[in-house]
């Protein structure tokens, strides 16, 4: 599957466990949704990340991913140290440009 680069390079940071360059994928004002919580900024969505990481040491693999305009939605088998690993999750994407300006993360 070919990935568009920022995508690819989401993926290459988060299984590198790079949650510096993991950031730098998102506008200075992003907004991530994940379980329940909400952050805003490239600052919170860094320590929104490594403290992900760190709790679950997780790791991507893309299984689809399709884009109409500004909306993108990736498909990843997340494994790691949680309960259920591995499981499959849904990315929905709002681009502006190569960055991501929201990340909403669903079952």
Do not use: C
Not at 13 to 19: C, P, Y
Not at 39 to 61: D, F, P, V
Request: hydrophobic letters at 30%; glycine letters at 6%; a negative charge.
């Amino acid at each position: 599957m070919k990935l568009p680069n920022n995508i690819e390079g989401l993926i290459k940071a988060q299984n590198d466990l790079d949650t510096t360059t993991f950031a730098t994928y998102f506008t200075e004002h992003a907004t991530v949704s994940d379980e329940g919580s909400s952050y805003s900024g490239r600052e919170e969505i860094k320590g929104w990340i490594q403290e992900a990481t760190e709790k679950y040491n997780m790791q991507l693999t893309p299984i689809d991913f399709h884009q109409n305009d500004t909306k993108g939605k990736l498909t990843v088998e997340v494994s790691g140290t949680f309960p259920g690993s591995p499981a499959v999750m849904n990315y929905h994407l709002e681009l502006e440009d190569v960055l991501i300006s929201s990340l909403k993360i669903t079952d």
